[in-house]
């Protein structure tokens, strides 16, 4: 059996965590980009540099590649691209791969924060507040029910790109024309965690759930942070599942504040801190590796150290 990941960028571990399962498996991991200095490429079994996802040739190519390979199963670990499998789903089914994604409608929910929002709203489960409307923003200040400073962000966007702080009413009108384009919240102080999940493709249940407490970020992405257990936010998590129903790997975003937690993003993907679940024994690869065989997974959502941190380093390849 084997695995295709598709704009692996740096994610390099993640990559030798699918080569080292697959291997078990007699299996191979193969890993595209269409960057040729993406470093993850270099420690899969097999690399290819590809076009970008924009591309008209794109998915064409990425099926050829699937043939070329015996792939069974495909994904991605960028947000913009997995709309773009997503609606390809039958395409790759035809050609007998399976597109380890989500479907379009949770996807497309998931990448459109605004979207996002809404729908926590409508099933009752606690979000940051999300505006798109500058004049609704006023009127919430001038009745103090908001106040700055205020987040902008890009309404569709990935990795913390594009966040800007905004302390004034004249740095919020700046937006005014992009409103469509972006999405604006209230400066969250509290405590950041992240739960890594991993939703079975064959029961359609959690198998997994791993929480964490983030330490420090860096470019978007967990760079440390330490194992934690809270029944109240896992509760949260199993609840968001039952409705959004996604599968596969799910990264959620959350903050602690005074009046509970509150969801901020999700992401249908694999996220930058699932490396802190795996080892700590919450084996998504495994997961997929088994629902690729048929197999459904028995949960094993509590069997993890709390108080266990993980750190990230830099290391470096010569091409």
């Keep these: 059996m084997n695995i295709l990941i598709c704009s692996a960028g740096r994610r390099a571990k993640l990559v030798e965590f699918f080569k080292e399962e697959l291997h078990k498996n007699g299996g191979k991991v193969v890993a595209v980009d269409c960057d040729s200095t993406a470093s993850a490429l270099y420690h899969a079994d097999f690399h290819e540099v590809v076009p970008?996802?924009?591309?008209?040739?794109?998915?064409?190519?990425?099926?050829?590649?699937?043939?070329?390979?015996?792939?069974?199963?495909?994904?991605?670990?960028?947000?913009?691209?997995?709309?773009?499998?997503?609606?390809?789903?039958?395409?790759?089914?035809?050609?007998?791969?399976?597109?380890?994604?989500?479907d379009k409608n949770v996807v497309e929910c998931c990448f459109d924060k605004y979207l996002t929002f809404?729908?926590?709203?409508?099933?009752?489960?606690?979000?940051?507040?999300?505006?798109?409307?500058?004049?609704?923003?006023?009127?919430?200040?001038?009745?103090?029910?908001?106040?700055?400073?205020?987040?902008?962000?890009?309404?569709?966007?990935?990795?913390?790109?594009?966040?800007?702080?905004?302390?004034?009413?004249?740095?919020?009108?700046?937006?005014?024309?992009?409103?469509?384009?972006?999405?604006?919240?209230?400066?969250?102080?509290?405590?950041?965690?992240?739960?890594?999940?991993?939703?079975?493709?064959?029961?359609?249940?959690?198998?997994?759930?791993?929480?964490?407490?983030?330490?420090?970020m860096r470019s978007g992405e967990t760079d440390k942070s330490v194992s934690y257990k809270d029944p109240i936010l896992k509760e949260i998590i199993e609840e968001l599942v039952v409705v959004l129903k996604p599968n596969g790997p799910i990264d959620v975003d959350c903050f602690k504040t005074e009046s509970g937690y509150m969801i901020s993003e999700i992401n249908p993907r694999f996220g930058g801190g699932y490396l802190h679940a795996h080892v700590s024994g919450q084996n998504f690869v495994k997961n997929i590796i088994n629902n690729l065989k048929g197999l459904p997974n028995v949960p094993?959502?509590?069997?993890?150290?709390?108080?266990?941190?993980l750190v990230k380093f830099d290391h470096f390849i010569v091409l």
């Design 118 to 216: 809404q729908f926590c709203q409508e099933h009752d489960l606690p979000c940051v507040p999300t505006y798109t409307d500058i004049d609704k923003i006023i009127n919430d200040i001038n009745h103090h029910e908001l106040e700055f400073p205020l987040i902008v962000k890009p309404r569709r966007g990935s990795a913390s790109i594009g966040i800007h702080k905004v302390e004034t009413v004249q740095e919020l009108y700046f937006y005014q024309d992009k409103a469509e384009e972006i999405v604006i919240q209230p400066f969250i102080s509290g405590e950041e965690f992240g739960v890594d999940c991993y939703v079975d493709f064959i029961t359609n249940e959690v198998t997994s759930i791993f929480l964490k407490r983030k330490i420090s």
């Design 52 to 102: 970008r996802i924009d591309d008209p040739s794109y998915i064409n190519h990425i099926i050829d590649l699937c043939k070329k390979y015996d792939i069974a199963g495909v994904l991605s670990l960028i947000d913009p691209e997995l709309t773009l499998l997503a609606n390809c789903k039958e395409e790759f089914e035809r050609n007998s791969i399976q597109v380890i994604v989500s």
């Design 300 to 309: 094993n959502e509590d069997h993890y150290e709390e108080g266990k941190k």
